[in-house]
């Protein structure tokens, strides 16, 4: 086999294990939502068949995201941060599980979950995220990791911004926190890497790329490819109820 064959098998794996995942998921899912479904058709009266369909909608909309948690939380908890080879156990586990959160973003449950603050807050906060009050996260914004993030009170996450809590380089996968202060903003279309810490009340421009292990002291604007300091916050730091990360 060709050197070139042999760099796509991991690829090949991954995609076939998420395959497999989201099919195995969703029928573990649909288990509790065909109970609901024939317990209410079974009772026979015409309004519970009429509302038999969309109570095992509901049903499955709980049950898939539970189910994802579950099993996400089970591989990332012993998965400590710092850098791994992409064939060892820590990669396999942060790498099945990170593929779990983009099976529920990819579901029908993507609409919830992005144009809703109140479920993707929960959401994240079930998977491990540390978030403070009044977090704001734009349209189409990415939290790859949520078990990887902390956030203080009042930040915001502008729309289409990626924030990543892991990065593959070469044949290595390094996983670290990142940490936004609070009354932070990241700009719209902005990528945060692994490692990364902003500062209370700092401004990441929009469409920067902050390079992993970066560090925004507080009260600084970075912008740019790799984000660098353009300038300070005019006003000062904002007033913030919650603790200094």
């Not at 029928?27 to 609901?36: D, I, N, Q, R, T």
């Amino acid at each position: 086999m060709t050197k070139g064959k042999l760099a796509e098998m991991p690829m090949m794996v991954g995609d076939g294990i998420r395959f497999a995942a989201d099919l195995a998921l969703h029928g573990l899912a649909s288990l509790p939502a065909a109970l609901v479904f024939f317990w209410l058709w079974g009772i026979g009266a015409w309004w519970a068949r009429l509302i038999a369909f969309a109570a095992a909608y509901a049903a499955l909309a709980v049950a898939f995201p539970l189910a994802v948690l579950l099993f996400a939380v089970i591989l990332v908890r012993k998965v400590s941060p710092g850098t791994y080879p992409l064939r060892s156990r820590e990669a396999a586990r942060w790498i099945a599980a990170e593929s779990l959160v983009i099976l529920v973003h990819r579901s029908f449950l993507r609409g919830y979950l992005e144009d809703f603050g109140l479920p993707r807050r929960l959401y994240h906060r079930c998977l491990g995220a540390k978030i403070g009050r009044n977090f704001f996260v734009g349209g189409e914004a990415r939290i790859l990791d949520p078990w990887a993030l902390e956030v203080g009170d009042n930040a915001l996450v502008g729309a289409f911004s990626v924030i990543a809590g892991h990065v593959i380089e070469g044949d290595n996968i390094t996983v670290k926190p990142v940490r936004i202060g609070a009354g932070a903003t990241i700009g719209m279309r902005s990528v945060v890497l692994p490692g990364v810490q902003v500062g209370v009340g700092s401004i990441v421009g929009a469409g920067a790329l902050v390079a992993k292990d970066t560090i925004i002291p507080d009260g600084e604007v970075w912008a740019g490819v790799p984000a660098r300091k353009i300038g300070e916050v005019a006003m000062g730091q904002p007033e913030s109820g919650g603790a200094r990360l």
